[in-house]
């Protein structure tokens, strides 16, 4: 094994060998063994192998104990597997220099840009990107669409590019608006014709749509609905979803009924969820033939009921005094829900007898409240012998069905 060793050392050593003496010279020992192995296939005698003896490595390496072999081997792939280790270490560290990097403010970026684009350079996108994110004020807002109007110039005089931004990037804009609560430039992201590069979406309205329902604020929602009709931005289902949701947490059935009539008219689908606040509404304001119609407008585009729609309808019959008709709608609704939904009838049927009476006769003018009171008081107990008559016995506590003092 040594002599083999010092035959392959004394090849290296020959001036037919010293073009590639340079190739062991590496920094880790081991990886001289390995480099060694490499350079014994290819070394004949003390000379270069040639291309025409395709058996002379076979026959060399026979003269090498296994031994050496798969030491130099083994030594060659923990040389190879060290550098990779030290690199891979060198490249993560410096990829992950940035994590610990402060946040840059909304401010920062806006002065990076600004530098930017009077150096007549555009700046990254990412920039961009994470000013909206940093936003946090309505200065920082201010400084946004200052530099959104600086890079619109910028990419029509120096780019000719005339499009406007991306429709996603519009939207994060808006977002970022109704997160920070700066609400009229908000609005102006809506406009077609903006100096901002912006493009007006529906998506955008949402945002906007979606502030104004988590503080119960309809003005901002009447504003919103204007911005979106002088702009022609056409209305979605989504849209009805969010704006009856706030006419009906904030009780305005004169702007539900206003918005409807619009959705309607433009042509929207609208869900279901829509439909059921829709007819509850009705319900709740003691309007019988809203519930009729718009049961009507239900049945074209939805098959089945919902509970909500369902009893609705049940008190429809009620304010028109019909409460046989009003059993006969329960016990459908029961037969046609599913499985695990039938249970929930009980609780509608025992909501309606003791909290829809006195929802609805206070809505009522002062001088036809005893009338409603005395007419659902005889009819409520009707319906529910009604239902069980008709096979459905389902017991509710009547007890709570009493003439309310106020509504005298």
């Known amino acids: 094994m040594q002599a083999a060793t010092a035959r392959a050392r004394r090849l290296l050593a020959s001036p037919a060998a010293s073009g590639i003496q340079g190739i062991l010279s590496a920094s880790h020992r081991g990886c001289a063994a390995a480099a060694e192995l490499v350079l014994l296939p290819h070394l004949e005698n003390g000379f270069p192998a040639s291309r025409s003896s395709p058996d002379h490595t076979r026959s060399f ?10 030491q130099t081997a083994t030594s060659h792939c923990r040389c190879n597997k060290s550098v990779c280790y030290h690199m891979a270490r060198a490249h993560l560290s410096t990829d992950s220099s940035g994590i610990d990097q402060p946040k840059e403010s909304a401010e920062e970026l806006y002065q990076k840009m600004l530098k930017s684009v009077e150096a007549q350079t555009m700046p990254p996108n990412a920039w961009l990107w994470s000013m909206i994110s940093s936003c946090s004020s309505e200065e920082d807002i201010k400084l946004l669409f200052q530099i959104l109007q600086k890079l619109r110039i910028f990419r029509l005089s120096n780019l000719r590019i005339n499009a406007n931004f991306n429709d996603h990037l519009c939207m994060k804009v808006s977002e970022a608006c109704a997160r920070v609560g700066v609400l009229d430039y908000g609005l102006k992201v809506l406009w077609n014709h903006n100096v901002y590069g912006i493009t007006p979406t529906i998506g955008s309205a949402h945002y906007l749509l979606q ?10 929602m009447e504003k919103i609905m204007q911005v979106l009709r002088r702009n022609s931005l056409p209305l979605q289902p989504g849209t009805a979803d969010i704006v009856f949701s706030i006419c009906y947490n904030t009780d305005r059935w004169d702007l539900l009924s206003k918005y409807a009539a619009r959705f309607v008219q433009a042509g929207v689908k609208l869900r279901r969820t829509a439909f059921d606040v829709w007819m509850e509404f009705a319900a709740k304001v003691g309007d019988s033939q809203s519930i009729w119609n718009i049961n009507s407008l239900r049945g074209k585009s939805i098959k089945h009921y919902t509970l909500t729609s369902g009893f609705a309808c049940v008190k429809g019959s009620l304010l028109e005094r019909r409460p046989e008709n009003a059993a006969a709608t329960i016990k459908l609704l029961h037969k046609h829900l599913p499985d695990q939904k039938k249970p929930f009838v009980k ?3 025992q909501k309606l007898v003791a909290e829809w009476p006195t929802e609805v006769i206070k809505r009522q003018k002062k001088d036809d409240r005893k009338a409603m009171e005395e007419a659902l008081i005889e009819d409520i107990p009707k319906m529910i012998s009604s239902m069980a008559k008709s096979g459905l016995d389902i017991s509710v506590d009547l007890d709570k069905l009493t003439r309310q003092p106020e509504a005298a």
């Open 211 to 220: 502030h104004a329902k988590e503080h119960n604020d309809t003005k901002l």
């Open 61 to 70: 390496s026979s003269h090498l104990p296994r031994t050496l072999l798969s």
């Open 347 to 349: 609780d509608e049927l």
